[in-house]
């Protein structure tokens, strides 16, 4: 018998490396968010989320495979951007379905 | 003595709903990622991330304030995406720093 497959769901998030500028965050920031009346929100950051669904025989395997292929692939400038891969347990707290 | 004060890190994702199809997301698992033959990825959903810092005297009211400003503030279409926030205790796993 071969090593049991399941599907994992690993989620990427790219964005500016935390000493770079993010004129996005700081733009919903002020312009939005404060303006609204929520001074309780120091700070914001805007990244890209990529939700993949991976077929691997165990939750390493699954985020290694999607490290390498963020690599491989260029998904993310590594000289501008950071890179997170974590593998999800499910997805809970939804606003709107 | 008032409350104890912290700040607490809360992720804001923004995507289509489930049922809805994602253009960029197809595009992306399509023409780069089984392009370049990483076929144990089954799919692929892109999305945005916000990440805030909020300071609250307690985890739920940092997730309740983001929840209420993602409503109040139309940081969301309600009838084309679907809106997650969840509170994180710091990161973890970046490929780049």
Do not use: W
Not at 47 to 74: P, Q, W
Request: with cysteine; glycine share 8%.
């Amino acid at each position: 018998m071969g090593p049991v497959i399941n599907d994992y769901t690993v989620e990427v998030v790219v964005e500016n490396k935390p000493l770079a500028r993010d004129p996005e965050g700081e733009t919903i920031h002020r312009s939005l968010i404060l303006k609204g009346g929520f001074e309780q929100v120091t700070g914001v950051r805007a990244g890209k989320l990529l939700r993949m669904t991976v077929r691997a025989s165990s939750k390493d395997e699954a985020k290694g495979l999607v490290k390498k292929l963020c690599d491989d692939l260029r998904i993310y400038n590594p000289s501008a951007h950071e890179c997170q891969v974590r593998v999800v347990e499910g997805r809970e707290n939804r606003t709107s379905e």
